[in-house]
């Protein structure tokens, strides 16, 4: 059975960091499509960051520079480090898996760890 | 604010149908296959449609997905309370970087 499960999430200060993991279980997160979406609260989803099967990395406009994906295979995980973090990052972050049939569409979310940036 | 724009919420009745649009544009919805998502806030978000109008494995045919120009619309037949949630529309936007978006979100209430 594909779950995916958030962790790292927390109360942070502006300015400070965190890195949130997504451990995958039943595929591997070699060779897939792996995206962050997070939710403000009250707000609706914003696509984060992405990471492609060889290993290109892209970034949504407000978190260029200053987040940083990655995975790591050993640990069927993928990672996201947040650098700089700003009050506006508050959400609960989300990785889910990103597949492709005619169309780009995300077929498992994990739960989602809540990120709270504030001093 | 969304690139893609959903109502807020719509509402019925246990048994009737709703819709619910998403609406974009050519750089996105009108030139790309749309997914919808249902949310149960402190649950993982739930794949209801993907290319515009299949449904995943489990997904009952209740749920339907169609699309005309640059809008999109998710339909839902003999609402259950079960349905409460909230639902959001995605695509590909080809004027971004990177392009994945999505719409604010459409609050579902079961009267």
């Known amino acids: 059975e594909v779950q995916l499960m958030e962790s790292g999430g927390g109360l942070i200060q502006p300015g400070g960091s965190l890195r949130l993991s997504c451990a995958a279980f039943?595929?591997?997160?070699?060779?897939?499509?792996m995206t962050w979406v997070r939710q403000a609260p009250g707000k609706g989803l914003e696509w984060v960051s992405i990471?492609?099967?060889?290993?290109?990395?892209f970034y949504g406009d407000s978190v260029k520079g200053r987040f940083t994906i990655s995975r790591d295979n050993y640990k069927n995980t993928v990672n996201l480090q947040m650098d700089s973090l700003r009050a506006e990052d508050t959400a609960m972050y989300y990785c889910?898996?990103?597949?492709?049939?005619?169309?780009?569409?995300?077929?498992?979310w994990g739960q989602g760890t809540l990120v709270t940036v504030s001093s | 604010q969304s690139v893609l724009t959903q109502p807020p919420s719509v509402s019925a009745a246990p048994g009737q149908k709703v819709t619910i649009s998403c609406s974009g544009s050519?750089?996105?919805?009108?030139?790309?296959?749309v997914s919808w998502y249902q949310h149960v806030p402190g649950t993982a978000p739930k794949l209801l449609i993907y290319d515009t109008n299949k449904r995943p494995s489990g997904i009952p045919d209740r749920f339907s997905g169609s699309k005309s120009a640059t809008s999109a619309t998710l339909g839902i037949t003999g609402l259950q309370t079960g349905d409460e949630a909230d639902y959001y529309c995605?695509?590909?936007?080809?004027?971004?970087?990177?392009?994945?978006?999505f719409g604010g979100g459409t609050k579902l209430t079961v009267l």
């Open positions: 990471i492609y099967s060889g290993d290109s990395t």
């Open positions: 889910a898996r990103q597949v492709y049939s005619s169309g780009y569409y995300y077929d498992y």
């Open positions: 039943g595929f591997t997160v070699s060779g897939t499509y």
């Open positions: 995605g695509t590909w936007d080809s004027s971004l970087s990177a392009g994945h978006v």
């Open positions: 050519t750089s996105n919805i009108g030139n790309n296959y």
